[in-house]
């Protein structure tokens, strides 16, 4: 017997094995190329043929694309055979075999875990080195010293929110109501927050905040729990569109958590204030609360002040500044509570490319010291990526965020229910995955999607202003400006300019007074690009920007796998009253709309509030009117528009664009792309319902 079990089997060489999975493998990395490829190739294509101006870094953005691919590709495949199946399992065995406040205890946890998994959480901590302090304190804070209690608020919101879905499925409530109620209270609250001079601008990342939780970790576990439990309510019969609406709830709760946040710190902040009076000796004491230490804020103003600033926070006293910074560049721990754990490259950064004159004198001693220091800075590469420091601290990340919440899954599964975990090799396996995926895409989104968003953005402007391209600065060694010639228009006005020579041939050069450095005999030259159609062509450039935007938003959205999954599901359950493609398209062209539209805002600074109560206004009469199925999946629509694609680009363009335009902050694109779509979907389900009751009523002609 024995002996024919063992010739039974079928032994295969690695090779095989691996001819056998090629086309899994294969067909879950096209799944990722096609939504990422179609967005990166309309950014790329619009900053080189429409702005004309080449894509820096593109190796290194290329690699990072590459990545974001990679990445994806193991941790769906992680999320499906590991983070899933476990949500799923608790799903349908936790209302059998726990009591309520069971129930709704590891609701809280699952929502406030899945949060801190999600991979576009940790981009909102990036962006906090776009917000100058003295513009918005409050804002500045929470992005910087507190950014690990934004974090906190948000997954906050996300449990609360869970907790409310749960009792919805386990009380068949309607989620009507909940609308109501949260929809005018979160607009009535950002109202009064644009009345205070440090809330208004918190408001864009509270309600940015409430897309970025919706993503490809929270929705399948949260849907997964919220069915599971449906079924069991409706005692293992179809639950319809109960496993829906939860998602709409993990959007909304953020947003007023985050704004609680604010208000709770609100006194605790100075108000907004000129750069020379945040940065004076009467307003030290509470201006350095918004910094981990003093030292820490003294490396703020070197690296982000201007010279006028720098020498205000010196008490206006330059020998006190000039001495502070040579004293700073002999002591290696005073360097490194200023400048931080890469104090080192950090300081040679900033003195050799950042500091005055006078202050690059100071710490080198003279002009041939000065080029000798830059010299051997740049041939160290000491500007390049630090790819183990890079790959250490998301693979860090990446290990925090998953594994404790699988570690709570599996507590739960032992300690409450009692169950065995099953195809424990699968469920390992999926989480290993889970963990390799979500390490590998932070890191294409750090080399990647981030800095192909912020290029882009910052490049936007060109369409319709002249701006800097300060990435392709030409730095000329050993200048004299003694070859600095004049130029004059057919206007009569006066240019200087310069001839460099390079690759057997001379370029003319604009000459900037201000871009010489006596100290170290170097002059920056930084090109500049646009407006797109001349001087008197600024609207002709928005509008330029607003179709780029719409067309964005509207490709990206179409790339998401999520809504072809959300467009499946709904077909079905309308019994193909409501095609899956129609439902993309209202979706996608909501998403588009929002996307223009939040743009808008960042380019005329308009306040939030006004872009975001008249459709939400509307919404609360349309919800009234549409069914509760349509309610459920309208509002949840929003939910697959921020994926882990758009949520980092949409961002990183919004900041960007915000840098160029001088506003305070770039917040709101992905709370105009999440409230559009909700409006967009109701709208083609009234029409849907319409046609449908105009077939009914036809058939019921017919047959009398």
């Not at 409706?234 to 909304?252: E, M, Q, R």
């Not at 693979?395 to 899954?409: D, E, K, M």
């Not at 392709?472 to 004059?488: G, H, L």
Request: contains cysteine; neutral net charge; proline residues 4%.
């Amino acid at each position: 017997m024995s002996d024919s079990k063992a010739s039974s089997k079928v032994h295969l060489t690695f090779k095989q094995n691996l001819d056998m999975i090629k086309p899994y493998v294969k067909k879950r990395i096209l799944e990722q190329i096609k939504s990422v490829w179609l967005i990166v190739l309309y950014l790329i294509v619009f900053q080189t043929l429409i702005l004309g101006i080449p894509i820096s870094e593109a190796s290194i953005i290329s690699v990072g694309i590459i990545l974001v691919v990679a990445g994806l590709t193991f941790f769906m495949e992680g999320l499906v055979l590991g983070l899933m199946p476990l949500g799923e399992i608790i799903g349908v065995k936790l209302p059998q075999k726990s009591k309520l406040p069971v129930i709704l205890t590891f609701s809280f946890i699952l929502g406030m875990g899945a949060t801190f998994a999600e991979p576009a959480v940790g981009i909102l901590q990036v962006a906090g080195s776009s917000v100058k302090a003295w513009d918005a304190p409050l804002l500045f804070l929470l992005l910087n010293k507190y950014s690990n209690y934004l974090v906190y608020s948000v997954g906050i919101g996300v449990g609360i929110a869970v907790v409310f879905g749960m009792l919805r499925f386990l009380y068949g409530w309607s989620l009507k109501p909940f609308l109501y109620i949260m929809i005018p209270g979160l607009l009535a609250i950002s109202a009064l927050a644009a009345l205070d001079p440090n809330l208004i601008y918190l408001t864009g990342l509270a309600w940015d905040c409430g897309g970025v939780t919706t993503g490809p970790v929270t929705v399948p576990l949260v849907l997964a729990l919220g069915i599971g439990i449906s079924r069991i309510v409706n005692k293992g019969g179809d639950s319809g569109s109960g496993g829906f609406g939860v998602v709409t709830l993990a959007s909304a709760f953020p947003i007023l958590t985050v704004m609680i946040l604010g208000a709770f710190f609100l006194f605790s902040v100075p108000k907004p204030m000129a750069e020379a009076d945040f940065l004076s000796s009467q307003n030290r004491a509470a201006t350095v609360y918004l910094f981990s230490s003093p030292e820490n804020m003294t490396g703020y103003v070197l690296q982000n002040a201007s010279k006028n600033g720098q020498l205000t926070y010196f008490n206006g006293d330059p020998a006190l500044m000039l001495s502070s910074i040579r004293q700073l560049a002999q002591d290696n721990q005073l360097k490194k509570a200023v400048f931080g754990e890469k104090a080192e490259a950090a300081f040679s950064n900033w003195a050799l490319f950042k500091a005055t004159d006078e202050q690059k004198l100071a710490i080198f001693g003279n002009a041939e010291a000065i080029s000798k220091e830059t010299d051997r800075y740049l041939a160290s590469g000491a500007k390049g990526v630090d790819a183990w420091e890079l790959t250490v601290r998301n693979s860090v990340a990446a290990v925090q965020a998953i594994v404790p919440l699988c570690v709570f899954f599996f507590l739960v599964l032992w300690l409450i229910l009692r169950e065995r975990i099953p195809r424990k090799d699968e469920l390992l396996l999926g989480i290993a995955f889970a963990v390799i995926g979500m390490g590998i895409f932070s890191v294409g989104i750090e080399l990647g999607l981030s800095k192909l968003g912020g290029q882009v953005g910052e490049k936007l402007p060109a369409a319709f202003k002249s701006i800097e391209l300060a990435d392709q600065k030409t730095v000329v060694r050993n200048f004299d400006p003694a070859v600095v010639q004049t130029a004059i228009s057919d206007q009569g006005v006066r240019e200087q300019f310069f001839y460099l020579s390079g690759d057997n041939r001379y370029t003319a050069l604009t000459y900037n007074p201000a871009g010489f450095d006596q100290a170290s005999r170097q002059y920056s030259y930084v090109p500049k690009k646009g407006p797109l159609f001349g001087a008197t062509g600024g609207m002709l450039g928005i509008l330029v920007v607003l179709i780029f935007a719409f067309i964005m938003g509207y490709g990206a959205t179409l790339a998401e796998p999520a809504l072809n999954a959300l467009g499946l599901t709904v077909e079905e359950l309308t019994v193909g009253t409501f095609k899956k493609s129609l439902l993309m398209q209202a979706v996608a062209i909501g998403v588009g709309l929002g996307i223009g539209l939040g743009v808008a805002k960042i380019i005329w600074g308009i306040p939030l509030i006004w872009l975001l109560a008249p459709p939400y206004v509307l919404l609360m009469f349309i919800t009234k009117t549409c069914t509760e199925e349509f309610v459920n999946i309208g509002w949840d629509s929003a939910g697959v528009t921020t994926g882990p694609i758009t949520v980092p680009l949409v961002l990183a363009m919004g900041l960007g664009i915000g840098g160029q335009v001088g506003v305070v902050e770039g917040f709101g694109i992905l709370a105009m792309a999440s409230v559009y779509p909700i409006l967009s979907v109701l709208l083609v389900s009234l029409w849907v319902n319409r046609k449908q009751k105009s077939a009914l009523q036809e058939a019921a002609a017919e047959i009398a």
